[in-house]
């Protein structure tokens, strides 16, 4: 994974509360897919520096957030206090701590690339889901991944580094980079139905802040949006 989210946690979190790519890309299309969380139980898992967990808390949801990061728990913990339930778990070994359907609606925004796996993930997800619940994640574009690196065969999954500028000084990060198929699939396994699909759409703010991005992330999507449902 790299520093990006230990040794520079506090650099990114104030990368992302107003930069475009975060902020009026990869948020508002996820929160589109979420509506309403007024008196539902949220789980985010990756939940970085609680950015999200703090728009639940505020819409009157009732938020656990997850993240390996010690560093990243310390900071939502700061932010939120007793408003949320967080602590550090490596989402690879699943949801122990928690009960099964316990939540209206399962989260997890950019974080599934750092998992090479995501079946095992998904299936404790789908436990933890009340019947009827939604998860809702984004993750990289498999073609975005797919172009700016040389593949051998793009239905593998593969572990890509890159250097990322995110914080305004390169940082090198590691992410698996997987084909549609694997994610669909691995859905599926899960247990899980689509429901929603979208590539996101940049906030029409962007245009007179960033007009660049705003005219590249118009034409080449860099995420994906997915809604599940249980099956
Ligand atoms: C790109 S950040 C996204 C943060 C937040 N979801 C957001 O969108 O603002 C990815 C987060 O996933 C966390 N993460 C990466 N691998 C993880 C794992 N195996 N288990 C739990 N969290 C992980 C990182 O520590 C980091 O905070």
């Given at each position: 994974?790299?520093?990006?989210?230990?040794?520079?946690?506090?650099?990114?979190?104030?990368?992302?509360?107003?930069?475009?790519?975060?902020?009026?890309?990869?948020?508002?299309?996820?929160?589109?897919?979420?509506?309403?969380?007024?008196?539902?139980?949220?789980?985010?898992?990756?939940?970085?520096?609680?950015?999200?967990?703090?728009?639940?808390?505020?819409?009157?949801?009732?938020?656990?957030?997850?993240?390996?990061?010690?560093?990243?728990?310390?900071?939502?913990?700061e932010r939120l206090g007793d408003n949320v339930t967080c602590y550090a778990q490596d989402?690879?070994?699943?949801?122990?701590?928690?009960?099964?359907?316990?939540?209206?609606?399962?989260?997890?925004?950019?974080?599934?690339?750092?998992?090479?796996?995501?079946?095992?993930?998904?299936?404790?997800?789908?436990?933890?889901?009340?019947?009827?619940?939604?998860?809702?994640?984004?993750?990289?574009?498999?073609?975005?991944?797919?172009?700016?690196?040389?593949?051998?065969?793009?239905?593998?999954?593969?572990?890509?580094?890159?250097?990322?500028?995110?914080?305004?000084?390169?940082?090198?990060?590691?992410?698996?980079?997987?084909?549609?198929?694997?994610?669909?699939?691995?859905?599926?396994?899960?247990?899980?139905?689509?429901?929603?699909?979208?590539?996101?759409?940049?906030?029409?703010?962007?245009?007179?802040?960033?007009?660049?991005?705003?005219?590249?992330?118009?034409?080449?999507?860099?995420?994906?949006?997915?809604?599940?449902?249980?099956?």
């Amino acid at each position: 994974m790299g520093e990006m989210y230990t040794k520079h946690a506090k650099k990114y979190a104030d990368a992302i509360e107003n930069n475009a790519y975060n902020a009026l890309y990869e948020r508002p299309s996820t929160l589109a897919l979420i509506g309403d969380v007024t008196n539902k139980k949220v789980l985010d898992l990756g939940c970085g520096p609680g950015t999200y967990a703090e728009l639940f808390v505020k819409a009157g949801a009732q938020v656990t957030a997850i993240d390996l990061a010690e560093e990243m728990v310390a900071i939502t913990r700061e932010r939120l206090g007793d408003n949320v339930t967080c602590y550090a778990q490596d989402l690879a070994n699943g949801l122990p701590k928690e009960q099964d359907d316990a939540f209206d609606i399962v989260v997890c925004p950019l974080m599934l690339h750092y998992l090479e796996d995501l079946v095992p993930l998904f299936k404790e997800v789908h436990r933890v889901l009340k019947s009827g619940g939604l998860f809702v994640f984004s993750t990289h574009h498999p073609l975005v991944d797919f172009e700016e690196n040389a593949f051998n065969n793009y239905f593998d999954v593969e572990l890509l580094t890159e250097e990322w500028n995110t914080i305004g000084e390169p940082v090198e990060v590691s992410f698996y980079r997987r084909s549609f198929t694997n994610l669909f699939e691995s859905l599926s396994e899960g247990g899980f139905v689509l429901d929603k699909f979208s590539e996101g759409k940049p906030d029409p703010e962007m245009k007179t802040e960033s007009p660049e991005t705003f005219e590249r992330l118009s034409r080449r999507p860099n995420f994906i949006f997915i809604r599940a449902k249980a099956n």
